[in-house]
């Protein structure tokens, strides 16, 4: 998984694209961000048609506060642009690929219809 933190300029187009953006909201004081890492690297090895991105809540403050993260870890995924989960904490490996799983299967469209995005 990438280590290096993405700007918020980054970050914005790289959720935007087409596909599954799994993002881990880190930080290098926390022992559960370091040990929530390596449970994405594992699960990066095992989706490697997804993208994970890293951002460093403490170099990057003012986007952890654009994206509401307020702890660390916090895990993100957006799925065609769309941000369709956000927890702070750490979850093993299996529930990873359950979320994953669950992701993948998702109804666009239905998610588009009932969570219209916001207007501007």
Excluded at 4 to 13: I, Q, S, V
Excluded at 16 to 22: D, L
Excluded at 27 to 47: P, Y
Aim: with cysteine; aromatic share 4%; net charge negative.
């Amino acid at each position: 998984m990438g280590s290096a933190t993405p700007g918020r300029t980054d970050l914005a187009a790289t959720v935007a694209g087409g596909g599954i953006v799994v993002v881990d909201c880190r930080a290098a004081s926390s022992g559960s961000s370091r040990a929530f890492t390596a449970v994405l690297d594992a699960a990066a090895a095992r989706h490697p048609d997804l993208r994970f991105v890293a951002v460093d809540i403490e170099r990057e403050p003012a986007l952890a506060e654009e994206l509401g993260v307020r702890s660390a870890p916090t895990l993100m995924v957006f799925r065609d642009g769309v941000l369709v989960f956000a927890e702070p904490g750490w979850l093993p490996g299996d529930s990873v690929d359950v979320l994953i799983a669950t992701v993948r299967e998702l109804d666009m469209a239905a998610v588009r219809a009932t969570f219209p995005p916001p207007p501007g």
